[in-house]
Nanobody, 116 residues
Framework: QVQLVESGGGLVQPGGSLRLSCAAS????????MSWYRQAPGKERELVAS???????NYLDSVKGRFAISRDNAKNSVYLQMNRLSTADTAVYYC??????????WGQGTQVTVSS
């Protein structure tokens, strides 16, 4: 059974930082493209960042230069370092894994709230 478990969300002030983690189990982690999505209230889910083999990274334009995605295949984990957060980054953040046959798995999400 595949499980993706996110952690690291919370409340942070504008300009602050958070690091999200996603621990995967039940899959051959190193062959999956790992991504972070987010969904703000009243908005559609959007792709924030993705990392594939061999560590090719892509980012949503609005987070380029502020967010960094990384993975540790030995720990079956993917991370999202988020810096210079703004209120526009407030959303539920989801971890996603996609196989080479386009099978997708989702985590349960972690809330990130940026507010003063």
């Amino acid at each position: 059974q595949v499980q993706l478990v996110e952690s690291g969300g919370g409340l942070v002030q504008p300009g602050g930082s958070l690091r999200l983690s996603c621990a995967a189990s039940g899959l051959h982690f190193s062959v999956y493209v790992m991504s972070w999505y987010r969904q703000a209230p009243g908005k559609e889910r959007e792709l924030v960042a993705s990392i594939s083999r061999p560590d090719n990274r892509n980012y949503l334009d609005s987070v380029k230069g502020r967010f960094a995605i990384s993975r540790d295949n030995a720990k079956n984990s993917v991370y999202l370092q988020m810096n210079r957060l703004s209120t526009a980054d407030t959303a539920v953040y989801y971890c996603s894994a996609v196989s080479d046959t386009n099978r997708r798995y989702w985590g349960q999400g972690t809330q990130v709230t940026v507010s003063s």
